[in-house]
């Protein structure tokens, strides 16, 4: 249907004018998720439910009754958001059977603005991971030459390029999808990858209250859509404080519109030199000076700077990451909710069969490390010394801001999307590091940052790049993006 195929904007307008209704749109969403099924990016689909809001939202279309910002709207929610009488699974045994009594204040908000959600999607166990293959439900593919035949769009047309049709099916090797939440870049790693607009607000902006939490001080609820606007829509109506959440603050982005056409000039936009790091693929910089290039000669100023400390951001992360995850972690012991295995013998050992069974080895191994790392004899030399070392990555940001520079603009990924194949050669910990390289400081600094795909590389694999702004400056940022979008006119996806 080709009313899938545009912005958030252009399909909110459809049903507004009646050219299409809320059901029918929700029920051509239904068949896409049908459709690309077999790249399990979903792990729970809620088609009743969705079809049962979607009528209530077309009734409320007809009699022009209290329709919402987003009001019939497909969405998908992460798997590690809760949702009332909808499983919440978080890509691990330990929760395949845990069905919340309460949903999250994103979720809440979302569906109060009439949004309709058709499902949960995939994600790395507990969101430990950058590619979405170490789910209990298995690993999600990328779309992109996956078998899945498609056409991309370019100025509201369809255009089918041949070279471009996949033909590698699923039976052999294929790309992966991504990271999962947003804690060290996985928003916009995904996002990269498979040629859409990820969004990581600035900390703070969008309430945390029901997101089932990996690290408390950098996990940030982030937004995925098909276009700068989309996101800017949702922003708009996910930010605001929340009482649940007392690390929520409040913000200005009410119904947030960006500008039909957002202007450079007189903005000053940062490369941080530390960003051109090893392992960086040449078609990545060319991309990267590209569009650099394309923002001076259009009124910004281009500023060479320099962010010493980004090279610590993954080590400090990842004794940061362990920590958290250690204290969070104790809630899952079989004892409330979630998996449990029975021991007759103790309750000690129920705990311990229980968290054996439930949790994977890469979270039994974060947890492992954690509470190493905040050993009495150990906590000094690894933990205090991480926050030292996260307070001089916050410091390398303000003193860029602080010298004049409005935004920054960096890759976000190495490469474009990896093969499984190769991706899998790598352990998880090591991959990760690698993976979030470009991302991760963003959120030790709390500041907000936005993917946007830029260009496909040879092989038909998306290639994007991310900008950062100071905290709370969301809505700025997005129109700079929405500017880079508007030039690089990206080939957008649709499935044939």
Known sequence: MNHLLGSAKDVLGCLRQGSVSAVELVEAALRQQENVARLNAFISRTSETALKAADESQKRYEKKDNTGPLEGLPVAVKDNFCTAGIPTTCGSKMLQNYVPPYSATVVKRLERAGAVIIGKTNLDEFAMGSGTVDSSFGPTRNIYRSGIRYQFQNQQELKEDASNVPTEGLDGDWFIAGGSSDTGGSVRNPASYCGVVGFKPSYGVVPRAGLISLVNSMDVPGLFGRYVDDVATMLGVVAGQDSQDSTSVSSDLSNLKLPE??????????????????????????????????????????????????????????????????????????????????????????YALTRSAGLNDVVRGRILAGNYFLLRENKEKYYKQAL??????????????NSGVDFLLTPVTLSAAMRYSEFCQIDNRTQTATQDICTQASNMAGVPAVTVPVSLNGEGLPLSLQLMAPTNKDAALLSVAKWIEQRVNFPRMCIS
């Open 388 to 401: 030292k070392v996260r307070r001089l990555i916050l410091q390398d940001f303000e003193n860029v801001w």
């Open 261 to 350: 056409e957002p202007c450079l000039d007189g903005l000053v936009v940062g490369i941080p030199r530390e960003y051109h790091c090893p392992g960086v693929s040449s078609e990545v910089v060319d991309m990267w000076t590209k569009v650099a290039d394309i923002m001076e000669d259009s009124g910004a100023e281009l500023r060479q700077v320099s962010m010493p400390h980004t090279k610590y951001s993954i080590l400090c992360y990842s004794v940061l990451n362990p920590c958290e995850v250690a204290s969070n972690f104790t809630r899952y012991t079989g004892v409330e909710y979630g998996h449990r295995v029975d021991a007759s013998h103790s309750m000690e050992a129920m």
